[in-house]
C-alpha cells in the first residue's frame, strides 16, 4: 500500500502563489492532486501520467501546474493566481484515489 506525504501548504493572499510537493512512498502510474473544501466532498483538480500528460478542471486550468520527478517519486502542484476558494485541504494520490493510501493533506488557506 503505497503512502503520501504531502507538504507546502500555507496562509497565502488572493493572487499570491504556492508549491505543493508530495512523497509517495512506492512508483504510481496515474497520479492527482485532491482537495476538499469545509463542508464540501473530495475532489480531484489535478492529474499527471507517468509519462507526464496532464489534465486539469477547469477552475485551475491555467494557474495550477502539475507535475513529477518519477526518479524521487515526488509530486508537485504549483498554484499561482490563487483564489479564495482554492482554500482547502490538498491531497495527492493515486487515479482512482487508493481508499487506504489518504495522507493527512495540507493546508491552503487564501485570505485577506
Known amino acids: 500500500q503505497v503512502q503520501f506525504v504531502e507538504s507546502g501548504g500555507g496562509l497565502v493572499q488572493p493572487g499570491g502563489s504556492l508549491r505543493l510537493s508530495c512523497a509517495a512512498s512506492?512508483?504510481?502510474?496515474?497520479m492527482g492532486w485532491y482537495r476538499q473544501a469545509p463542508g464540501k466532498q473530495r475532489d480531484l483538480v489535478a492529474g499527471i501520467t507517468i509519462g507526464g500528460l496532464t489534465n486539469y478542471v477547469d477552475s485551475v486550468q491555467g494557474r495550477f501546474t502539475i507535475s513529477r520527478d518519477n526518479a524521487k517519486n515526488t509530486v508537485y502542484l504549483q498554484m499561482n493566481s490563487l483564489k479564495f476558494e482554492d482554500t482547502a485541504v490538498y491531497y495527492c494520490?493515486?487515479?482512482?484515489?487508493?481508499?487506504?493510501?489518504w495522507g493527512q493533506g495540507t493546508q491552503v488557506t487564501v485570505s485577506s
Open positions: 512506492g512508483s504510481i502510474s496515474n
Open positions: 494520490n493515486a487515479i482512482p484515489a487508493g481508499p487506504r493510501s
